[in-house]
């Protein structure tokens, strides 16, 4: 390690900041990926967990042309931002990213990312970002969490030090931070509703004492992959989805017998088939052992089935505000015919049919259209199309003669954004109201720089869906420009 250099003044009159300095500084201002950045000279210097207001040692872990990153070695002076993180295994799950981080600070941090990424990806200058709105609530939001199993456990350093025996090839909970193979044994999460973490640990000792192995990332050998917990915020409902690399008709009854036992309100339990190499939480069959196999959740006024990979907004009470931004800035008329293109299973179409004329949904996915379908069915909405398909191939004149030229186009596409063509062919319809619901603010700039000779931004509204990281939900509104 290159030696210790105490005082900021003395690093400025060095030529080269190398892997292994250490320096003192004030953190300037949040960053990207959750992390927080200082300016030395005119180089940025990315710095994993701090926080503006913070004075800090750090050490330089990685120098690269144009910034460096560092870590923080001694926290010499906090900011007043900072706040006690609620979970044990916070810093070292990849869970979280600013439990230290008092919730306005996190909401402005949201709305200054996405301001930036307007002005650096956008080029846009002078657009009014406005304040960030708020989760109802910032713990037990999640109506979804995926656990991971493994053979190789991730100590944290208070396990290290309590010298307790503990069994290091049995682990399920979350992945360390950059790191696929190994998975801290969480026995507490605050993110999801206590249901779920009283069933992760209960099965836990379940699978243990039936000496059920777990999967091995590196060896693709085991038996227990993932379990996913998914709830109903408004009604109640539990799914245990448990992903497995095969069926074992002897097991799955030793596990509905002790769910049914141990947890009634348990609505469902399914067992997924995944027998690829690749360690995700979904596969090529599922098994209902006991219950629908599904289970529905509430936005607005609206029902929706929610299957075991289906795709649902994870936070229930946040998503039905992100829904009623979108529709107020739309500013849908009885009358109106609206595109929502990038439908998913039609939760945006149905929430806004009931305002407008017709709406037509497009999704690539041809099961999520299936699901769309049957929600807006059951839902009693008649005046849904969706179609299945991808736009490149889909939004074509001969679609809009057949559905008619769109009064409001509604796009919420993966955080990707959108292929340009898409863009181009959204600019030629020129409706008159355009809305971007993204949840990546620098792909969501990128496509509206493409559009702006054709459209003016009237409103920019973040809206917090995840509170303790640094994910956020954007929702712009923009008005056709006078030809």
Known sequence: MRGTVALFCCFLERDVLHQGDELELRIEKFADRGKSLTRVDGYVLFIESGVPGDRVRVCVTKRKASYAEARIVQLLEPSPLRTAPRCRYFGTCGGCKWQHVHYEAQLEAKRQRVYEALVHHGGFDGVAVRPTLPSPRIYGYRNKMEFSFSTERWLTPEEIASQQPLDRHFAVGLHVPNNFYKVIDLEECHLPEPITVRLLNALRTFFKEQHWEPWDIRRHTGYLRHLVVRTGTRTGEVMVNLITSRYDTVRMAELKAFV???????????????????????????????????????IGPFQFEIAPEAFFQTNTEQAERLYEVTRELAEVKPED???????????????????????VGVELVASAVENARANAAAN???????????????????????????????????????????????????????VYVSCNPQTQARDLKLLREHYRIEAVQPVDLFPHTDHVECVVALRACQA
Do not use: W
């Not at 039609?346 to 929430?351: A, L, P, V």
């Not at 049919?353 to 017709?358: E, N």
């Not at 199309?385 to 993966?414: N, S, Y």
């Open 260 to 298: 049914q036992q141990r947890f009634p309100e348990v609505t469902t339990l399914v067992n997924t088939i995944n027998t690829s190499p690749a360690q995700v939480a979904y596969g090529e069959a599922t098994h209902i052992l006991f219950g629908p196999g599904v289970i529905h959740d509430k």
């Open 337 to 359: 015919l609206v595109y929502d293109l990038y439908c998913g299973t039609g939760t945006i179409s149905i929430f806004i049919a009931p305002h407008v004329r017709h709406v």
């Open 380 to 434: 009693h909405i008649p005046n849904c199309t969706f179609v299945a398909g991808d736009l490149l191939q889909v939004l074509t004149p001969e679609f809009v003669r057949m559905h008619g030229r769109p009064d409001v186009i509604i796009v919420d596409p993966p955080r990707g954004g959108m292929h340009p063509q898409v863009v181009r062919r959204i600019a030629q319809l020129r409706p008159e109201r355009l």
